[in-house]
């Protein structure tokens, strides 16, 4: 039951995060998801694993992550603030240039902005509305605390499935009867992966039918019939299944405190976000230097856990 119930918080988070990364984007919805599931998980785990991990150690690393999870907020704030200002400058400037006494010349910033035959660069306001007209969960208009609390709540759901597999496999509550073994890592991770395909499904298909957030309504049969992207998904869904066998294996042997170091994946998902994605283009000075401690605490954080790692005996 631990381990099903594992991979139902699992599958809330996967779907949580999902809508996080269009409200709050990829580098932050990673930061702070991963932080909390650190700051909860790690320490139930050290709890329940009797204290095998070094708490000298530990637990300084656990507030290392609870300070990014906070910078990873102010970042998020920081940056929205400054698309708004790049928004309200460009509609400054496309009135100036409508007025009949106004000429923009060819090299200047506003025609760069205004200019609606070349490709947008990455962190303009062009660039802002283009993205906000190709996807499909809109994000002008929408309150901060939406995406942020969503994105908490999916912290939430994945810092409890590392928890209840460490007792579905060690069974610290004395839930199995006398003589009733203990389930194997592999036993547990085909339940918690089962548990976790069934409510995905169950939930993709109710959110086709009853969408969230403004997104239009669909069905079973025009998810059968698209499968733009369908690949990148299914590549997706067997990386995640493999990273977290690993995990779980890891936290047999070394305890699943520590083995919550796999929450390093932020760091991996802050250069898609950047470099791939165009986030946190043009920002303001504050935003890059909120994204750098943000990013400096995380690895900080993930060195100091994976230092306190311990051996079950």
């Known amino acids: 039951m631990f381990a099903m119930a594992g991979g139902i918080v699992l599958s809330l988070g996967n779907l949580s995060t999902q809508y996080a990364w269009a409200l709050v984007g990829l580098s932050v919805t990673e930061v702070i998801t991963s932080s909390i599931t650190v700051v909860i998980g790690s320490t139930l785990n050290y709890f329940l694993d009797d204290k095998i991990n070094k708490a000298e150690i530990l637990f ?15 970042v998020h704030r920081s940056n929205a603030d400054d698309n708004k200002a790049k928004l309200r400058d460009f509609e400054t400037a496309k009135q100036e240039a409508s007025g009949p006494s106004t000429e923009i010349g060819t090299n200047s910033s506003k025609d760069l902005e205004t200019n609606v035959t070349t490709k947008p660069k990455e962190g303009t306001a062009r660039f802002l509305i283009e993205l ?88 079973f049969k025009a998810y059968l019939n698209d499968w733009n992207g369908r690949y990148w998904a299914f590549l997706a869904g067997f990386l995640c299944g493999f990273g977290n066998g690993l995990q779980f294996m890891g936290g047999q ?15 991996v998902s802050t250069f898609w976000g950047v470099v791939l994605f165009g986030e946190y283009r043009r920002s303001s000075r504050k ?6 401690c943000m990013l400096f605490m995380f690895i900080s954080a993930v060195a100091v856990l994976m230092a306190s790692s311990g051996h079950r005996k």
């Open 60 to 74: 300084p690393g656990v507030a290392c992550f609870l300070i990014a999870v906070c910078l990873g907020s102010a």
């Open 132 to 219: 906000e007209n190709t996807r499909a969960i809109k994000v002008f208009g929408k309150r901060k605390i939406i995406g942020l609390a969503i994105t908490f709540f999916a912290g939430l759901c994945f810092s409890l499935f590392s928890p209840a597999f460490n007792l579905a496999t060690n069974d610290q509550w004395n839930r199995l009867k006398q003589g009733v073994p203990k389930l194997v890592v592999y036993t547990a991770f085909f339940y918690f992966s089962v548990s976790c395909f069934i409510i995905a499904l169950i939930l993709n298909v109710v959110f086709l039918y009853y969408p969230v957030l403004g997104l239009p309504k669909s069905s």
């Open 253 to 267: 042997a070394a305890g699943y405190a520590a083995a919550d170091s796999v929450q390093a994946l932020p760091l």
């Open 287 to 292: 935003t890059y230097l909120l994204l750098f």
